[in-house]
């Protein structure tokens, strides 16, 4: 009975100092892709799906770092957007005025501009930059012929 005792002891004595060994190491392995630079045209198009998503504070990262690629000017106008929806409109009018002088379309730049400064309570301004575009278009096709209605 003694021999049994011991080798009872013996195995948890065994078992004891196994456990307490530093367990092996693993090596760190990853799956996930390694991530690179988007190119400002890709930040551009991420951007925009920010933007439809309401992700404000990360679409005005993109579209800024969008800026220096070759779509300045779809930039500049999302931008335009974002800072009027986030209640920049002294920022949002300043980016609408780039986009214009970019080459934006008027009445598409005009818009935001004139958004913005609704949104400021400058009615009366909002109002005299559409019409002013209106008198100015009306003016450019006066001469135009007119289309037919069916």
Same mark, same amino acid.
């Given at each position: 009975? =003694?021999?049994?005792?011991?080798?009872?002891?013996?195995?948890?004595?065994?078992?004891?100092?196994?456990?307490?060994?530093?367990?092996?190491?693993?090596?760190?392995? @990853?799956?996930?892709?390694? *991530?690179?630079?988007?190119?400002? =045209? $890709?930040?551009?198009?991420?951007?925009?799906?920010?933007?439809?998503?309401?992700?404000?504070?990360?679409?005005?990262? =993109?579209?800024?770092?969008? /800026? *220096?690629?070759?779509?300045?000017?779809?930039?500049?106008?999302?931008?335009? $957007?974002?800072?009027?929806?986030?209640?920049?409109? =002294?920022?949002?009018?300043?980016?609408?005025?780039?986009?214009? @002088?970019?080459?934006?379309?008027?009445?598409?730049?005009?818009?935001? $501009?004139?958004? /913005?400064?609704?949104?400021?309570?400058?009615?009366?301004? /909002?109002?005299?930059?559409?019409?002013?575009?209106?008198? @100015?278009?009306?003016? @450019?096709?006066?001469?135009?012929?007119?289309?037919?209605?069916?």
């Amino acid at each position: 009975m =003694d021999g049994m005792r011991a080798l009872l002891l013996g195995s948890l004595w065994l078992c004891a100092c196994g456990a307490s060994a530093a367990p092996i190491p693993r090596v760190a392995t @990853s799956t996930a892709p390694v *991530s690179r630079e988007l190119s400002p =045209d $890709e930040r551009l198009v991420r951007g925009l799906a920010r933007l439809a998503q309401s992700r404000y504070a990360e679409a005005e990262a =993109d579209l800024r770092a969008a /800026a *220096s690629g070759q779509k300045k000017l779809e930039a500049a106008l999302a931008l335009s $957007e974002v800072l009027d929806l986030t209640g920049r409109y =002294d920022e949002a009018i300043a980016e609408a005025r780039r986009a214009a @002088s970019l080459g934006a379309e008027p009445p598409r730049a005009l818009a935001l $501009e004139a958004r /913005a400064l609704w949104h400021q309570g400058e009615t009366v301004a /909002a109002a005299e930059k559409l019409r002013g575009f209106a008198s @100015s278009s009306d003016r @450019s096709t006066a001469g135009a012929p007119k289309p037919s209605r069916c």
